[in-house]
């Protein structure tokens, strides 16, 4: 059974950082693209940061979160610092099957969220004082 678990979520203060992870199973995390979401109530899924070959992180996080990957885990992590409550939200993980050209790069992240095949079953990520 191909399956992602998320794990990692909490309550942080305003400036605080957490550590996200995503632990595949059921397949190699080596030979798929790997996406981060979030998702307020009420608002659509917001594609955070993908990483193929390379790694594309949307404008609001940029120099404040950090996709990584350990394949020998088959985990991938998202290291969220300085994080504010407007990053208060659910956080996804997903992953596609990787083909000859870079998923994250070639295509724009405003149409690649129908590609993802595999998703998990979300974090909740609380930033509060």
């Known amino acids: 059974q191909l399956q992602l678990v998320e794990s990692g979520g909490g309550l942080v203060q305003p400036g605080g950082s957490l550590r996200l992870s995503c632990v595949a199973s059921?397949?190699?995390?080596?030979?798929?693209?790997i996406g981060w979401f979030r998702q307020v109530q009420g608002k659509e899924r917001e594609e955070v940061s993908c990483n193929d070959n390379r790694t594309d992180y949307v404008d609001s996080v940029k120099g404040r979160f950090t996709l990584s990957r350990d394949n020998a885990k088959n985990t991938a992590y998202l290291q969220m610092n300085s994080l504010t409550p407007e990053d208060t939200a659910i956080y996804y993980c997903?992953?596609?099957?990787?083909?000859?050209?870079?998923?994250?790069?070639?295509?724009?992240?405003?149409?690649?969220?129908?590609?993802?095949?595999?998703w998990g079953q979300g974090t909740q990520v609380t930033v509060s004082s």
């Open positions: 997903a992953a596609v099957r990787k083909t000859r050209s870079d998923f994250c790069t070639e295509l724009p992240r405003s149409r690649r969220y129908h590609y993802w095949t595999h």
């Open positions: 059921g397949f190699s995390l080596d030979y798929y693209a």
